[in-house]
Protein backbone atom coordinates (compact mmCIF):
# COMPACT_ATOMS: atom_id res chain seq x y z
CA UNK A 1 0.00 0.00 0.00
CA UNK A 2 1.72 3.08 -1.14
CA UNK A 3 -0.50 5.58 1.67
CA UNK A 4 -1.04 5.11 5.38
CA UNK A 5 -4.69 4.78 5.83
CA UNK A 6 -5.82 7.43 8.15
CA UNK A 7 -6.98 5.37 11.97
CA UNK A 8 -10.35 7.54 12.89
CA UNK A 9 -9.28 7.71 16.85
CA UNK A 10 -12.32 8.89 19.38
CA UNK A 11 -11.33 12.50 18.86
CA UNK A 12 -11.55 12.09 15.25
CA UNK A 13 -14.38 10.64 15.21
CA UNK A 14 -15.94 13.28 17.41
CA UNK A 15 -14.88 15.98 15.38
CA UNK A 16 -16.46 14.68 11.82
CA UNK A 17 -19.38 14.63 13.95
CA UNK A 18 -19.38 18.04 14.95
CA UNK A 19 -18.62 19.30 11.07
CA UNK A 20 -21.36 17.45 9.83
CA UNK A 21 -25.06 18.73 9.67
CA UNK A 22 -26.52 17.98 13.13
CA UNK A 23 -29.44 15.49 13.93
CA UNK A 24 -32.53 17.71 13.75
CA UNK A 25 -34.78 17.53 17.06
CA UNK A 26 -36.90 14.41 15.78
CA UNK A 27 -34.02 12.38 15.00
CA UNK A 28 -32.06 13.73 18.23
CA UNK A 29 -35.31 12.50 20.29
CA UNK A 30 -35.28 9.13 18.55
CA UNK A 31 -31.87 8.10 19.50
CA UNK A 32 -32.70 9.61 22.64
CA UNK A 33 -35.25 7.34 23.78
CA UNK A 34 -33.93 4.19 21.78
CA UNK A 35 -31.25 4.30 24.07
CA UNK A 36 -33.72 4.85 26.80
CA UNK A 37 -36.15 2.55 26.09
CA UNK A 38 -34.10 -0.47 24.91
CA UNK A 39 -30.51 0.19 26.56
CA UNK A 40 -29.58 -3.73 25.58
CA UNK A 41 -30.37 -2.80 22.36
CA UNK A 42 -29.75 0.53 21.10
CA UNK A 43 -26.49 -0.19 19.48
CA UNK A 44 -28.31 -2.05 16.40
CA UNK A 45 -29.46 1.72 15.49
CA UNK A 46 -27.40 3.27 12.75
CA UNK A 47 -24.90 5.93 13.61
CA UNK A 48 -25.91 9.39 13.30
CA UNK A 49 -23.53 10.31 10.87
CA UNK A 50 -25.17 6.92 9.17
CA UNK A 51 -28.06 8.04 9.39
CA UNK A 52 -27.14 11.48 7.62
CA UNK A 53 -25.26 10.12 4.65
CA UNK A 54 -28.49 7.89 4.27
CA UNK A 55 -30.72 11.15 3.76
CA UNK A 56 -27.94 13.04 1.77
CA UNK A 57 -27.32 9.82 -0.66
CA UNK A 58 -30.93 9.54 -1.12
CA UNK A 59 -31.53 13.28 -2.31
CA UNK A 60 -28.35 13.36 -4.82
CA UNK A 61 -29.75 10.16 -6.33
CA UNK A 62 -33.42 11.26 -6.19
CA UNK A 63 -34.58 8.34 -4.90
CA UNK A 64 -38.61 7.36 -5.86
CA UNK A 65 -38.13 3.54 -4.88
CA UNK A 66 -36.46 2.23 -1.98
CA UNK A 67 -36.74 -1.18 0.38
CA UNK A 68 -34.72 -1.63 3.75
CA UNK A 69 -34.23 -4.48 5.40
CA UNK A 70 -34.05 -4.04 9.20
CA UNK A 71 -35.69 -1.23 10.61
CA UNK A 72 -35.49 -1.40 14.31
CA UNK A 73 -36.63 2.20 15.86
CA UNK A 74 -37.14 3.76 12.61
CA UNK A 75 -33.72 6.26 12.16
CA UNK A 76 -32.50 4.62 9.03
CA UNK A 77 -35.49 4.54 7.69
CA UNK A 78 -36.55 7.97 8.67
CA UNK A 79 -33.19 8.93 6.75
CA UNK A 80 -34.23 7.59 3.62
CA UNK A 81 -37.60 8.68 3.48
CA UNK A 82 -36.58 12.39 4.39
CA UNK A 83 -34.58 12.82 1.46
CA UNK A 84 -37.00 11.00 -0.98
CA UNK A 85 -38.26 12.66 -4.22
CA UNK A 86 -41.75 13.66 -4.55
CA UNK A 87 -43.86 11.12 -4.45
CA UNK A 88 -41.01 8.85 -3.50
CA UNK A 89 -41.89 5.46 -1.26
CA UNK A 90 -39.90 3.32 0.91
CA UNK A 91 -40.61 -0.08 1.81
CA UNK A 92 -39.25 -1.53 5.09
CA UNK A 93 -39.35 -4.75 6.45
CA UNK A 94 -38.71 -6.38 9.90
CA UNK A 95 -39.84 -8.95 12.20
CA UNK A 96 -40.47 -6.70 15.33
CA UNK A 97 -43.46 -5.20 16.35
CA UNK A 98 -42.40 -4.09 19.61
CA UNK A 99 -39.43 -2.02 17.74
CA UNK A 100 -41.23 -0.65 14.62
CA UNK A 101 -43.44 0.35 17.02
CA UNK A 102 -41.51 2.92 18.14
CA UNK A 103 -40.39 3.78 14.72
CA UNK A 104 -43.96 4.22 13.87
CA UNK A 105 -44.31 7.00 16.18
CA UNK A 106 -41.13 8.60 15.04
CA UNK A 107 -42.30 8.63 11.57
CA UNK A 108 -45.50 10.69 12.07
CA UNK A 109 -43.84 13.03 14.36
CA UNK A 110 -41.46 13.72 11.24
CA UNK A 111 -44.95 13.91 9.23
CA UNK A 112 -43.29 11.00 6.53
CA UNK A 113 -45.22 8.21 7.55
CA UNK A 114 -47.54 8.29 4.08
CA UNK A 115 -43.75 7.68 2.31
CA UNK A 116 -43.12 4.51 4.11
CA UNK A 117 -44.62 0.82 4.11
CA UNK A 118 -43.92 -1.73 6.28
CA UNK A 119 -44.39 -4.90 5.70
CA UNK A 120 -43.57 -7.02 9.67
CA UNK A 121 -42.34 -10.42 9.29
CA UNK A 122 -39.20 -12.53 8.36
CA UNK A 123 -37.81 -10.70 5.22
CA UNK A 124 -36.56 -13.75 3.40
CA UNK A 125 -40.15 -14.65 3.15
CA UNK A 126 -41.27 -11.29 2.51
CA UNK A 127 -39.12 -10.18 0.10
CA UNK A 128 -40.51 -12.50 -2.28
CA UNK A 129 -43.63 -10.12 -2.61
CA UNK A 130 -42.05 -8.03 -4.14
CA UNK A 131 -42.32 -6.63 -7.56
CA UNK A 132 -39.70 -9.03 -9.57
CA UNK A 133 -38.30 -6.62 -12.05
CA UNK A 134 -35.46 -4.34 -11.81
CA UNK A 135 -37.48 -1.00 -10.42
CA UNK A 136 -35.72 0.01 -7.01
CA UNK A 137 -33.45 2.62 -6.55
CA UNK A 138 -31.65 2.60 -3.27
CA UNK A 139 -31.52 -0.81 -0.87
CA UNK A 140 -30.21 -0.64 3.14
CA UNK A 141 -29.37 -4.02 4.29
CA UNK A 142 -29.31 -3.87 8.16
CA UNK A 143 -30.91 -6.63 9.52
CA UNK A 144 -29.69 -10.43 10.70
CA UNK A 145 -26.49 -11.43 9.58
CA UNK A 146 -27.10 -14.95 8.24
CA UNK A 147 -29.70 -13.49 6.48
CA UNK A 148 -27.60 -11.06 4.26
CA UNK A 149 -26.60 -13.57 1.13
CA UNK A 150 -30.76 -14.08 0.62
CA UNK A 151 -31.59 -10.46 1.21
CA UNK A 152 -28.73 -9.76 -1.46
CA UNK A 153 -29.97 -12.48 -3.92
CA UNK A 154 -33.70 -11.33 -3.72
CA UNK A 155 -32.68 -7.76 -4.16
CA UNK A 156 -29.92 -7.49 -6.45
CA UNK A 157 -32.21 -8.19 -9.79
CA UNK A 158 -34.39 -6.17 -8.41
CA UNK A 159 -32.41 -3.20 -8.11
CA UNK A 160 -32.23 -0.83 -11.72
CA UNK A 161 -29.23 -0.45 -13.42
CA UNK A 162 -27.10 2.72 -11.63
CA UNK A 163 -29.51 1.73 -8.80
CA UNK A 164 -27.72 1.41 -5.14
CA UNK A 165 -27.32 -1.03 -2.50
CA UNK A 166 -26.05 -0.55 0.90
CA UNK A 167 -25.22 -3.20 3.71
CA UNK A 168 -24.16 -2.47 6.75
CA UNK A 169 -21.66 -3.59 9.28
CA UNK A 170 -19.82 -5.42 7.02
CA UNK A 171 -16.18 -4.55 8.95
CA UNK A 172 -18.11 -6.32 12.11
CA UNK A 173 -15.88 -4.49 14.05
CA UNK A 174 -12.44 -5.32 12.74
CA UNK A 175 -13.19 -9.10 13.14
CA UNK A 176 -13.29 -9.76 9.65
CA UNK A 177 -9.58 -10.01 9.75
CA UNK A 178 -9.25 -13.12 12.23
CA UNK A 179 -13.01 -14.32 11.95
CA UNK A 180 -13.28 -16.85 14.76
CA UNK A 181 -16.77 -17.33 15.22
CA UNK A 182 -20.03 -18.81 12.92
CA UNK A 183 -20.98 -15.22 13.27
CA UNK A 184 -17.58 -13.54 11.83
CA UNK A 185 -17.66 -16.06 8.82
CA UNK A 186 -21.32 -15.07 8.08
CA UNK A 187 -19.86 -11.19 7.55
CA UNK A 188 -16.54 -12.54 5.95
CA UNK A 189 -18.16 -14.86 3.48
CA UNK A 190 -20.80 -12.52 2.50
CA UNK A 191 -18.49 -9.78 1.62
CA UNK A 192 -16.56 -12.18 -0.63
CA UNK A 193 -20.09 -12.52 -2.23
CA UNK A 194 -20.66 -9.12 -2.93
CA UNK A 195 -17.04 -8.72 -3.96
CA UNK A 196 -17.22 -11.55 -6.46
CA UNK A 197 -20.52 -10.54 -7.82
CA UNK A 198 -20.78 -9.64 -11.70
CA UNK A 199 -23.64 -7.62 -11.02
CA UNK A 200 -22.38 -4.92 -9.15
CA UNK A 201 -19.31 -2.70 -9.24
CA UNK A 202 -18.82 -1.60 -4.97
CA UNK A 203 -16.95 -0.19 -2.63
CA UNK A 204 -16.63 -0.50 1.20
CA UNK A 205 -16.75 2.46 3.37
CA UNK A 206 -15.34 3.21 6.96
CA UNK A 207 -18.63 5.10 8.09
CA UNK A 208 -19.38 3.51 11.59
CA UNK A 209 -19.03 -0.44 11.74
CA UNK A 210 -18.43 -0.67 7.46
CA UNK A 211 -21.04 0.11 5.14
CA UNK A 212 -20.54 -1.53 1.21
CA UNK A 213 -21.88 0.83 -1.40
CA UNK A 214 -22.72 -1.18 -4.87
CA UNK A 215 -23.73 0.13 -8.07
CA UNK A 216 -25.62 -2.52 -10.04
CA UNK A 217 -24.06 -2.43 -13.52
CA UNK A 218 -25.96 -1.97 -16.76
CA UNK A 219 -26.56 -5.05 -18.85
C1 LIG B 1 -29.40 -3.63 13.28
S1 LIG B 1 -31.12 -3.55 13.55
C2 LIG B 1 -31.64 -2.38 12.34
C3 LIG B 1 -31.29 -0.95 12.73
C4 LIG B 1 -32.02 0.08 11.90
N1 LIG B 1 -31.56 0.05 10.51
C5 LIG B 1 -31.88 1.47 12.48
O1 LIG B 1 -31.60 2.42 11.74
O2 LIG B 1 -32.05 1.66 13.68
C6 LIG B 1 -31.64 -5.11 12.93
C7 LIG B 1 -33.15 -5.31 12.83
O3 LIG B 1 -33.36 -6.51 12.06
C8 LIG B 1 -34.54 -7.11 12.52
N2 LIG B 1 -34.52 -8.53 12.11
C9 LIG B 1 -33.83 -9.56 12.67
N3 LIG B 1 -34.07 -10.70 12.01
C10 LIG B 1 -34.93 -10.39 11.00
C11 LIG B 1 -35.57 -11.15 9.99
N4 LIG B 1 -35.36 -12.47 9.85
N5 LIG B 1 -36.40 -10.51 9.14
C12 LIG B 1 -36.63 -9.19 9.26
N6 LIG B 1 -36.05 -8.42 10.22
C13 LIG B 1 -35.21 -9.01 11.06
C14 LIG B 1 -34.52 -6.90 14.03
O4 LIG B 1 -35.83 -6.97 14.57
C15 LIG B 1 -33.88 -5.51 14.13
O5 LIG B 1 -34.88 -4.52 14.30
Known amino acids: MSYEPLALTPELHQYLLDHSTPPDQVTAELIAETRAALPGEAS ?3 APEQAAFLRLLTSLMGVR ?6 TFTGLSSLSIARGLAEGGKVTCFDISEEFTGIARRYWKRAGVEDRIELRVGPAA ?23 YPTYWNELVPRVRPGGVLLVDNVLWSGRVLDPRSEDDRTITTFNDLARDDPRVELVILPIADGLTMARRRNG
Open 44 to 46: MQV
Open 125 to 147: ERLRELPSEAYLDLVFIDADKAG
Open 65 to 70: QAVEVG
